[in-house]
Nanobody
C-alpha cells in the first residue's frame, strides 16, 4: 500500500509560481511511476504530468508543457511539481498519484493506482 500526502498549494496571482510536493510512504517508491492530476470545479479530473520510476522519462499535458516541471527525489520518497506562469484556468485541486510497482503512467495511459487527498491551487487574475 502506498500513501501520498500533497503540500504546497495556495493562492497565487496570475503569472506567479508554486511548487507542489508529494511525500510517499511505502517501500516501492523508487520503482513506482508518479503523476499529478487536477480537477477544477464542475470538470472532470485531468492528467497534468507524470514521471517514470527512474526519473528518466517525463510526460506533460499539452497545456502544461513549458510551464510545469515534474521531478522526483527517490532518496526522499518525494515527487514535485514546479508550476510557473500560472493562469486562472490552472485553478483546481491537484492530486498526486502513483502507479503500482513497475506500472507506468504516461500520456497514453494516464491512470494511477494510488491517490493523495489533493491540495488546492487558486490563481487569481
Amino acid at each position: 500500500q502506498v500513501q501520498l500526502v500533497e503540500s504546497g498549494g495556495g493562492l497565487v496571482q496570475a503569472g506567479g509560481s508554486l511548487r507542489l510536493s508529494c511525500a510517499a510512504s511505502g517501500r516501492t517508491f523508487s520503482t513506482s511511476a508518479m503523476g499529478w492530476f487536477r480537477q477544477a470545479p464542475g470538470k472532470e479530473r485531468e492528467f497534468v504530468a507524470a514521471i517514470s520510476w527512474t526519473g528518466a522519462n517525463t510526460y506533460y499535458a499539452d497545456s502544461m508543457k513549458g510551464r510545469f516541471t515534474i521531478s522526483r527525489d527517490n532518496a526522499k520518497n518525494t515527487v514535485y511539481l514546479q508550476m510557473n506562469s500560472l493562469k486562472p484556468e490552472d485553478t483546481a485541486v491537484y492530486y498526486c498519484a502513483a502507479g503500482r510497482q513497475f506500472r507506468p503512467i504516461t500520456l497514453t495511459r494516464p491512470e494511477a493506482d494510488y491517490w493523495g487527498r489533493g491540495t488546492q491551487v487558486t490563481v487569481s487574475s
